[in-house]
């Protein structure tokens, strides 16, 4: 009973953060579109370089952002209140210091960099460096507040966090709107209503988790273990996330350095199909994370391999029926979106590959959390972040000996299959998961499916330069890979759940047999 209530929990979850993607995506391309109208180009242009400035922190709050997640899912699992308690309050310690050494860096190397190495205008260098003391406000705002968003998620509570989320985002389109009407320097002006908008939809988490959650209250404590504990594991997460993005930023240095720019805009285009595609997923996982954390912590390993390996199918499929309409239509959905003249072979080619290379990643996020779960991430990172550094490496050896430029992705996919055997041996340590019986139930069932789908698609699909056309062709490729997957992909036993589960939501039942009662004599 308390497996199935969780399982609704998730699919809920699920739905919530969805819709939230969508809301905010639609927002947020609406409002970088009217930002850039005001502004115009060179202050628009200004706004990013310094928010690039402090870019490189977004990837140790990222590592900090999943600890907070694990060690206060991890103690909510284990219903130890007054241990949630003491880890809260250390987290706000961890990043009230994070704050303070990030804000010191910062003062002393941000203005610096901005007089003498950046290409600003004179005329705008006093708006710049105004917009980066901002920018400094703003970055403290988010960081301080990861235990409370942390908190949010740890509970489940994912219809509060969508609902701060849209928030946020309306409150910076309302921001934006105030520019037409605001006479003071409008660049200065979005970057401080910006920050205005953080502060009041991060109040918003701080007052609910004080109010409804239990044990998000602060009390001043320092435990020594406790924070060598956490600066261990978020060391550890670091490493891997710093692993990822020097591939990525390398493999932009050598494309560069062999190609030149043309083809490094093919490779920023499909890293925005990349984005776009992989938040489907994440969203999933951002559902499913606190409960494999959770039934861990509590002893129910059991529950948990179930978790993994449905999550593992489920958001493959899911993926599956995202990226393969996509790959076969890629063409047309890029001339669409950026206009039949800037659309070039590399851009159609780099964006098909990095779809593929979604595909392949996607068996790694149930992994990866469920070694989070463990709390000891060591020879995990040490031997999935050596792999992955190979590419390097590997792909400039390619590239010295004339390979062309696409071959930097393949090269990538190749790497992340091959360190998915490393993977699926630590998960096997770790949940007593039969390595054969792995890839029997999640690697091979994707597999064939994703071979037939790709092959029915091949042969379905039709080129078109219509935007009706498209849209038609699109949902049907994706009803064709949705009918495969239900037909290939899923047992005798979920096949029949589906269908009682969409025939209930739609109100469909047999009709009732009436019986009439006998008569009385």
Known sequence: ????????????????????????????????????????????????????????????????????????????????????????????????????????????????????????????????????????????????????????????????????SLLDACLKLAAVFLLYIIPFDKLIAIVFLTAIAHLLSNLTYVIFCRLKLEGCRYKLCWDKPTIKYQLSFIGWNLFGTTTSIMNVQGQAILLNIFFGPTINTAKAISDNVHTVVISFVSNFFMAVNPQIVKTYANGKKSHTKQLVLNSSRYSLYLILILTLPLIFNMQHVLQLWLGTEQVTPEMVLFSQWTLILCIAHTFEYPITQTVRATGDLKKYQIGTGLQTLLFIPVCYIGFKIGAPPITSMIILTAISVSVLFFRVWILSQILDIPIKSYYKDIVWPVTYSSAICSLTLYFTHFETTSFYILFLSLTIDVAVAIAIIFLLGTSCSERKWILTFISKRLKISHPRQTTSKPQAQ
């Not at 628009?44 to 310094?50: A, D, P, Q, T, Y």
């Not at 704050?99 to 910062?106: A, D, N």
């Open 1 to 164: 009973m308390e497996e199935l209530q969780n399982n609704k929990r998730i699919a809920r979850n699920s739905l919530i953060l969805y819709f939230r993607m969508i809301v905010i995506t639609i927002v947020s391309i609406y409002t970088t579109r009217i930002t850039l109208q005001i502004l115009g180009v060179e202050d628009f242009g200004i706004r990013n370089v310094i928010a690039g400035l402090l870019a490189f922190m977004g990837i140790i709050t990222t590592a900090m952002v999943n600890a907070a997640q694990r060690f206060l899912a991890f103690e909510l699992g284990k219903n130890d209140l007054y241990r949630y308690r003491q880890i809260f309050s250390m987290l706000i310690n961890l990043f009230l210091l994070t704050t303070i050494i990030g804000i010191l860096l910062f003062e002393i190397i941000g203005p610096y960099v901005i007089s003498h190495f950046l290409t600003i205008p004179l005329e705008r260098l006093s708006a710049a460096q105004c917009i980066f003391q901002l920018t400094i406000i703003d970055f403290a705002i988010s960081t301080l507040v990861i235990p409370y968003t942390s908190a949010v998620i740890a509970y489940e509570k994912m219809d509060i966090f969508a609902f701060v």
